[in-house]
């Protein structure tokens, strides 16, 4: 009797004998829109609608205050300005504090001169 000296697995391929260079994809041939595209849907290249307008934050004011835990808030501008509150009266006061930077920061008075 003759046994097969190896059992074929699942119609898997040959192990390659030397190493190979990846070859491109084919190219499609055909036009029209990819598969997948919806017939009706613009395909072209629309402007970013959240472009923005050439503004950009200086400050920020960030408030924590978790229930039941002590509140605070950290007050920070691009001039230099890096502060921080804990507590209910002092948050409230670098609060103001920030709102009060606004009006005499440098960097936003020197863009509201370039703007004008």
């Known amino acids: 009797m003759n046994?097969?000296?190896r059992l074929l697995l699942k119609?898997?391929?040959?192990?390659?004998?030397?190493?190979?260079?990846?070859?491109p994809a084919p190219a499609s041939c055909g036009g029209g829109a990819a598969k997948g595209v919806a017939e009706g849907v613009p395909t072209a290249v629309r402007p970013d609608?959240?472009?923005?307008?050439g503004?950009?934050?200086?400050?920020?004011l960030t408030i924590t205050a978790p229930r039941g835990a002590t509140p605070t808030?950290?007050?920070i501008c691009e001039c230099g300005r890096d502060l921080f509150a804990a507590g209910h009266r002092r948050v409230l006061a670098l609060i103001e504090d920030h709102a009060r930077?606004?009006?005499i920061c440098p960097?936003?008075?020197a863009e509201e001169r370039i703007a004008s």
Not at 11 to 23: D, F, K, Q, R, V
Not at 49 to 53: E, L, R, S
Request: proline letters at 22%.
């Open 101 to 103: 930077h606004r009006d």
């Open 49 to 53: 609608p959240q472009a923005g307008d």
């Open 73 to 75: 808030a950290t007050s």
């Open 11 to 23: 119609s898997l391929p040959p192990p390659p004998t030397s190493p190979g260079i990846a070859e």
């Open 107 to 109: 960097l936003r008075i």
């Open 3 to 5: 046994t097969p000296s």
């Open 55 to 60: 503004r950009y934050p200086i400050a920020w």
